[in-house]
């Protein structure tokens, strides 16, 4: 039987309702559970940091790590070198896109003007810009980047969709710098890697016209932190940030009170019904090993 060892309490109670056998649940803090030395698969605690080492080290006949997040940068340092790693691409594709959706039209349709104007009990109507005709690059072609590229499709705009290399569709990041001085929206939906680390610069931003919006609903550390706040200061660019470096936002860090900021607290994957796709897709990954078949959403392996 393959031993299922959940590390995420939200998850637990969602496979045992779908009767998922060999379940040993692990809460944070607690003790070695019965039965976790015999895990096959870890279903890792929906949150940026790793287990400790030690922990893993208790799963001598762990076989798979199964991530709840699209980005899996962290656990490929903790990884064991006999372990498959697999990201939760799917999960939070599209409330994540919702988010950088919601980022947008916040400031393409002046939404805080119009808050402005009900706490001052005026009605002042005027024209707005719109989706419709901007151009967008839509860093990632990932699960949540493709579905954000085919909404603000919909709405009527020009869209890149960027990734690592070119392909069909997909357009060469290396190939986007000569095109930013185009874009009045890039959308970051793209993995942490060292190749993206620091990706969006002062050169990078310095490059997008005036009034462009800067969207990251991937990891902070991707952004400059320091270079996007001196572009939001002079009221150059505007930003919608789900994620932030540092993270969490210390208290009295520039960003909070930075102008032309849309700020969340990292919540575009946590929405209602995660643990219902999650537990699909665990249930999903459990066939596979136990049929032979190839693994979901696979990042890393032996």
């Given at each position: 039987?393959?031993?299922?060892?959940?590390?995420?309490?939200?998850?637990?109670?969602?496979?045992?309702?779908?009767?998922?056998?060999?379940?040993?649940?692990?809460?944070?803090?607690?003790?070695?559970?019965?039965?976790?030395?015999?895990?096959?698969?870890?279903?890792?605690?929906?949150?940026?940091?790793?287990?400790?080492?030690?922990?893993?080290?208790?799963?001598?006949?762990?076989?798979?790590?199964?991530?709840?997040?699209?980005?899996?940068?962290?656990?490929?340092?903790?990884?064991?070198?006999?372990?498959?790693?697999?990201?939760?691409?799917?999960?939070?594709?599209?409330?994540?896109?919702?988010?950088?959706?919601?980022?947008?039209?916040?400031?393409?349709?002046?939404?805080?003007?119009?808050?402005?104007?009900?706490?001052?009990?005026?009605?002042?109507?005027?024209?707005?810009?719109?989706?419709?005709?901007?151009?967008?690059?839509?860093?990632?072609?990932?699960?949540?980047?493709?579905?954000?590229?085919?909404?603000?499709?919909?709405?009527?705009?020009?869209?890149?969709?960027?990734?690592?290399?070119?392909?069909?569709?997909?357009?060469?990041?290396?190939?986007?710098?000569?095109?930013?001085?185009?874009?009045?929206?890039?959308?970051?939906?793209?993995?942490?890697?060292?190749?993206?680390?620091?990706?969006?610069?002062?050169?990078?931003?310095?490059?997008?016209?005036?009034?462009?919006?800067?969207?990251?609903?991937?990891?902070?550390?991707?952004?400059?932190?320091?270079?996007?706040?001196?572009?939001?200061?002079?009221?150059?660019?505007?930003?919608?940030?789900?994620?932030?470096?540092?993270?969490?936002?210390?208290?009295?860090?520039?960003?909070?009170?930075?102008?032309?900021?849309?700020l969340t607290p990292h919540v575009g994957g946590g929405s209602v019904g995660w643990p219902a796709r999650a537990a699909a897709l665990v249930e999903r990954q459990l066939e596979h090993l136990r049929s032979g078949e190839p693994l979901e959403n696979v990042v890393a392996g032996p």
């Amino acid at each position: 039987m393959t031993v299922v060892c959940v590390a995420e309490p939200l998850l637990g109670p969602e496979l045992e309702r779908r009767n998922v056998p060999g379940l040993v649940v692990w809460e944070d803090g607690a003790p070695p559970p019965p039965g976790v030395h015999r895990a096959h698969l870890l279903i890792a605690p929906y949150q940026l940091t790793t287990m400790p080492p030690e922990r893993l080290a208790l799963m001598p006949e762990l076989r798979v790590i199964q991530l709840l997040t699209a980005g899996a940068d962290a656990w490929l340092e903790v990884r064991p070198p006999s372990v498959t790693l697999c990201s939760g691409q799917g999960i939070h594709g599209t409330t994540t896109a919702e988010l950088a959706l919601a980022g947008i039209l916040h400031h393409v349709r002046d939404l805080a003007r119009y808050e402005r104007q009900r706490a001052a009990g005026q009605w002042i109507p005027g024209e707005r810009a719109s989706v419709a005709g901007k151009r967008a690059a839509v860093i990632g072609a990932g699960d949540i980047g493709r579905k954000i590229a085919d909404v603000l499709s919909v709405l009527g705009a020009e869209v890149l969709l960027v990734a690592r290399t070119a392909r069909d569709g997909v357009v060469a990041l290396a190939d986007l710098y000569d095109r930013l001085g185009e874009q009045d929206i890039v959308v970051i939906a793209t993995p942490l890697t060292e190749q993206t680390r620091g990706l969006v610069d002062k050169a990078f931003l310095s490059a997008l016209p005036d009034q462009a919006i800067v969207v990251n609903v991937a990891r902070g550390p991707i952004v400059e932190t320091g270079a996007l706040l001196a572009e939001l200061d002079t009221g150059r660019l505007r930003a919608a940030l789900d994620v932030t470096d540092p993270e969490p936002l210390p208290a009295g860090h520039p960003l909070w009170r930075a102008p032309n900021l849309l700020l969340t607290p990292h919540v575009g994957g946590g929405s209602v019904g995660w643990p219902a796709r999650a537990a699909a897709l665990v249930e999903r990954q459990l066939e596979h090993l136990r049929s032979g078949e190839p693994l979901e959403n696979v990042v890393a392996g032996p």
